[in-house]
């Protein structure tokens, strides 16, 4: 007569179960929406004035129904509208051409200049989603690049590697000041 | 040559089925957890553009949505329409439905609550424009435009 195998204790067989289905609890992320978060501005009162802003401190972009963009006036391209915005909202004290500066003291970042410069963002009606998405995707990576340009000159770090208040400190030394038009009535 | 051996001699234990219920379980809670179950059934289309300065939205149950894009019942033609949890909406009934959304939330939350815009990317900006104006009427003013990631020059 052979010798019989032992049966395999399989109580333990649940416990490892449930550790599997423990570890892929843990690990599959339900579908995660992303987006560009942005905050609307209160509704204008009838009887607020018009603020009045100097026109070297304002960059006109317009996108008509055809989705194409004019930049202050000039027709141009949305692989342009980074650099341009970057560049117009970088401070430069001594030009007279580019947006006004000023001189804020933060906690952690010391003096810093900043720009008076605004963004002013306008769409027709007929201007399709997936361009507005565009031009704002450029404009956010505008600043996205300043606050990059700021975090390393500030602490060498990039904005990922820094902590939670040098990351409010950028956050308010470079805020996004774009502003979009109230829209026309026809 | 060699010589088979005669079965049964060397008999091999049955594999004991005793936990296949435990696995089974597994597999069920598994397939649960990953499936997302959508709460609206969607009437419209939203193909959404790409873009890629985003951020994750935190805190789901924060969030509520409107859908904006051609129906996808193709009888109603494709101009892009206004969806509002289950069924098609106006611009004039977003206030009424987001003073219901923050009502079903505790007092506690509803300042932190977001509007996420799921917006097919041929709608044209005038709907959306509507929407956005609605929301600033009744102080809704956190929004969310839900994207893909990509390259949004490709769009």
């Not at chain 1, 996108?63 to 692989?79: F, Y």
């Not at chain 2, 959508?38 to 985003?54: C, F, H, Q, S, Y």
């Not at chain 2, 987001?98 to 509007?115: C, G, H, Q, V, Y």
């Not at chain 2, 709608?123 to 509507?130: A, L």
Request: charged share 30%; glycine share 4%; with cysteine.
């Amino acid at each position: 007569m052979a010798r019989k195998v032992p049966e395999i204790n399989s109580s333990s067989q649940a416990d490892i179960a449930f550790l599997l289905l423990c570890f892929f609890l843990m690990t599959t992320s339900m579908d995660v929406d992303y987006g560009i978060t942005r905050r609307l501005p209160p509704p204008v009162e009838q009887n607020d004035e018009d603020v009045k802003v100097k026109e070297r401190n304002v960059m006109n972009v317009m996108v008509n129904k055809s989705d194409r963009l004019l930049i202050n006036g000039r027709p141009s391209d949305i692989s342009m509208l980074k650099d341009l915005a970057k560049d117009f909202m970088t401070p430069r004290p001594n030009d007279e051409t580019s947006p006004e500066v000023e001189t804020k003291t933060f906690d952690l970042l010391g003096d810093v200049l900043m720009s008076k410069g605004v963004i002013s963002l306008q769409n027709d009606r007929g201007t399709s989603y997936a361009m507005y998405i565009s031009v704002q995707n450029e404009l956010a990576r505008a600043f996205n690049e300043l606050k990059e340009d700021m975090a390393w000159k500030k602490f060498h770090k990039h904005m990922d590697q820094l902590n939670e208040d040098q990351t409010k400190a950028i956050n308010e030394a470079v805020p996004v000041r774009v502003s979009e038009a109230e829209p026309v009535v026809y | 040559m060699g010589k088979f051996r005669k079965e049964g001699k060397k008999e091999v234990p049955q594999v004991s089925t005793s936990s296949l219920p435990d696995i089974v379980y597994m597999l069920i809670f598994f397939f649960m957890i990953t499936t997302s179950m959508r709460d609206v059934e969607l009437k419209v289309k939203t193909a959404m553009p790409k873009a890629t300065e985003i951020q994750k939205l935190e805190r789901k149950a924060l969030v509520s949505s409107i859908y904006i894009g051609p129906p996808r019942d193709t009888k109603l033609g494709t101009e892009s329409r206004i969806q509002l949890d289950d069924a098609f909406a106006r611009p004039s009934d977003i206030a009424d439905w987001i003073l219901k959304e923050r009502e079903s939330r505790s007092e506690a939350d509803r300042p932190f609550l977001t509007t996420a815009l799921k917006v097919h990317k041929e709608t044209r900006m005038g709907v959306v424009t509507d929407v956005k104006q609605e929301l600033r009427k009744v102080g809704a003013f956190r929004i969310n435009y839900t994207t893909l990631k990509g390259s949004a020059l490709e769009n």
